[in-house]
């Protein structure tokens, strides 16, 4: 997959995605499966905002089931499933815990028939053919045997706990990629750091998009017949930009920041925290500490995690699960991500519905062909793109192909079981101890990477468990550009905290050498870490 650009500039499409977050990406493929032309362009690095900075879960959104949204529960199940289906090397069961403290047979009870209607939605879950992705319905644990399995739920008034499972993603971002992988391979024409800059419109129909690159600032033309803005947070505010006029649809944005911190858990926690919850997700080797849900009304380009942030999220886990005993000093790591929410007239952003909504611009704003996706969450953005899909080609009017991507697999996902295929490159590759995490990285395409691999090209550059062997392969591959690309999105290697400075000068030494950087970019490309792991005013 290389950048497009020759393409984007000469060619006219179908249509024109703005945005390669989940919802972007998602869209491509189907759009390219289906047989329409598409192109893709995203301002920074595909999945780097949003999408990058979520909790990592594939869930149905028990909680939704208090507000009575059992038909976003349901899909949310449906699109769990798929993902595990269509991602089985990166979308793997967890299991969840939710203690009781003080609560009482009524509050049980309450929390029993809730469980029971999330296992009856999910009624499919277990149509998958890997007995490891398995998803048990809801049972009862003991204290002895919760406290046993996880002493970090001691507590006074502990009653016990109920164990439901969800599904994990192992790396968000590379998700989105191979989407674009796929629709790359199905003719979409695609870049990053290309940003959108305004509509070119004729006599109220859009005709494509001006936009520039951002590497060198030179601007040019896109062609398209439909344009479909997936901008998440920026959403109504490109529209805005690009149009000179107030959106009619504006976006709730919500702040939520999650802290890394060593493993205190061997499930994941559901813990009830007054009119809120907290998550303590069990995640390579360590514990996602999610989340908070503030509203944010600034720019979305400067949203970050300050000292306040942390001390608040910490605060809430001191006192609804004081055994873990966290302070400040066990976060290795922190980002914040905005949740580009759809106002349903709730009065806080955390009961905001996680609904999406497509807008058609050209019915009352005189956009003609111009769609707008808002809101949403990650594990329902491929029923959005269908959505989407379904609605370009009625516009187009063309007959498109079935939908097919709840179905076909990934490009990584092409495997039958996930066990026996990292058996399979144990075997083929004996003695080396990254091949699980790389199978979990690439799935299939694991081959490539270790194809004409040297054994230095395959040891663990640091605690992410990822190798040069992948950053070779992302380099050839997977349209990088800068180290923090690399280290964030292509491998998990920045994720853990700041990576070992010898690990970072061997990442930015064959970066270097692949892109023609000299001694000056590739002491710049290294310095332009650092703000990662530092907290905002």
Not at 145 to 166: I, K, Q, S, W
Request: with cysteine.
């Amino acid at each position: 997959m290389q950048r497009a650009l020759s393409r984007l500039s000469s060619e006219i499409f179908d249509v024109l995605i703005i945005g390669g977050g989940a919802t972007g990406c998602f869209t491509a493929r189907d759009c390219a499966l289906r047989g329409l032309s598409v192109a893709l362009v995203e301002a920074r690095d595909f999945a780097s905002a949003t999408s990058a900075h979520s909790s990592k879960l594939a869930h149905g959104g028990l909680r939704y089931l208090r507000n009575s949204e059992f038909g976003l529960v349901r899909e949310s199940l449906r699109e769990r499933l798929g993902l595990m289906r269509i991602a089985p090397h990166m979308v793997r069961p967890l299991p969840f815990l939710l203690p009781l403290y003080n609560a009482g047979f009524a509050e049980r009870t309450k929390l029993r028939a809730g469980l029971t209607l999330y296992d009856l939605l999910s009624f499919d879950r277990n149509r998958l053919e890997d007995p490891s992705q398995c998803l048990p319905g809801h049972r009862w644990v003991s204290p002895a045997a919760a406290l046993e399995r996880d002493p970090v739920l001691a507590g006074e008034g502990f009653e016990g706990a109920f164990e439901y499972h969800d599904a994990q993603m192992y790396s968000p971002e590379r998700i989105a990629l191979e989407c674009l992988i796929d629709a790359d391979a199905h003719g979409a024409a695609i870049a990053n750091y290309v940003s959108a800059d305004r509509l070119l419109l004729k006599d109220g129909k859009v005709e494509g998009v001006t936009v520039h690159e951002v590497m060198t600032g030179a601007a040019f033309d896109i062609r398209a017949k439909t344009v479909v803005v997936a901008a998440g947070p920026w959403a109504d505010l490109f529209l805005e930009q690009a149009t000179g006029h107030r959106a009619a649809h504006k976006l709730i944005r919500s702040k939520g920041i999650h802290l890394l911190v060593p493993q205190i858990s061997t499930a994941a926690l559901t813990i009830e925290a007054g009119n809120g919850h907290l998550f303590a997700l069990p995640w390579r080797g360590h514990t996602l500490l999610a989340t908070t849900d503030t509203p944010f009304s600034g720019d979305p380009s400067s949203v970050g995690v300050s000292e306040s942030d942390v001390e608040i999220l910490l605060d809430g886990f001191r006192k609804h699960l004081p055994s873990a005993g966290l302070g400040v000093e066990h976060v290795k790591f922190f980002y914040a991500g905005l949740r580009p929410l759809v106002s349903d007239g709730s009065k806080d952003s955390y009961n905001v519905s996680r609904r999406s909504e497509l807008v058609d611009h050209g019915k009352d704003e005189q956009l003609d062909g111009v769609f707008s996706a808002l809101g949403g969450k990650w594990t329902t953005s491929r029923a959005l793109a269908q959505t989407i899909t379904d609605a370009v080609a009625k516009k187009l009017g063309k007959k498109a192909r079935a939908c097919a991507t709840a179905t076909t697999p990934l490009p990584g996902g092409r495997f039958d079981r996930f066990d026996e295929m990292v058996r399979g490159y144990q075997k083929t590759w004996p003695g080396i101890s990254t091949v699980r995490n790389m199978a979990h990285m690439l799935g299939a395409r694991l081959p490539a990477a270790l194809k004409g691999a040297r054994l230095t090209d395959l040891v663990a550059l640091d605690k992410s468990g990822d190798t040069l062997a992948q950053v070779r392969l992302a380099l050839e591959e997977e349209m990088v550009l800068t180290l923090e690309d690399m280290v964030m999105r292509r491998t998990a290697l920045g994720q853990f905290g700041p990576p070992k400075p010898s690990a970072i000068r061997k990442v930015a030494d064959v970066m270097a050498a692949h892109l023609g950087w000299n001694d000056d970019k590739k002491a710049r490309e290294i310095d332009s870490l650092d703000p990662l792991y530092r907290t905002t005013a």
